[in-house]
Nanobody, 127 residues
Framework: QIQVVQSGGGVVQAGGSLRLSCTAS???????????MAWFRQTPGKEREGLSF????????SCEDSVEGRFTISRENAKATLYLQMNNLKPEDTATYYC?????????????????WGQGTPVTVSS
């Protein structure tokens, strides 16, 4: 059974920090460290946008300029877990955040690149 389970998130004041986690199990194309992992976010009425992705060996690519320098993606393959450390949060970061996994080495910032998704975690940043 494929499971991609997110935790973390919640309500924080502007300038604060949160860490999101995403743990995967039962992925069909080998272990967690075979997968490109990514974080996305979505607000009502808008398309889901990619924030950054990390390849199996830890190489990181940013997809969204507005979070660069504030958000950091990382992975711990031994625990099959992906993280998103979010610092200096702003009200415009309020969204539902999703993690995603892809077995394709070419997966990047697009929603269609990813096959397996977490359930979504709401983050609210108050001003």
């Amino acid at each position: 059974q494929i499971q991609v389970v997110q935790s973390g998130g919640g309500v924080v004041q502007a300038g604060g920090s949160l860490r999101l986690s995403c743990t995967a199990s039962g992925l069909p194309f080998g272990p967690f460290d075979n997968y490109v992992m990514a974080w996305f976010r979505q607000t009502p009425g808008k398309e889901r946008e990619g924030l950054s992705f990390i390849n199996p060996t830890g190489g990181i690519t940013s997809c969204e300029d507005s979070v660069e320098g504030r958000f950091t993606i990382s992975r711990e393959n031994a625990k099959a877990t992906l993280y998103l450390q979010m610092n200096n949060l702003k009200p415009e970061d309020t969204a539902t955040y999703y993690c995603a996994a892809s077995p394709a080495t070419w997966a990047a910032c697009r929603v269609v690149d990813y096959n397996y998704w977490g359930q979504g975690t709401p983050v609210t940043v108050s001003s």
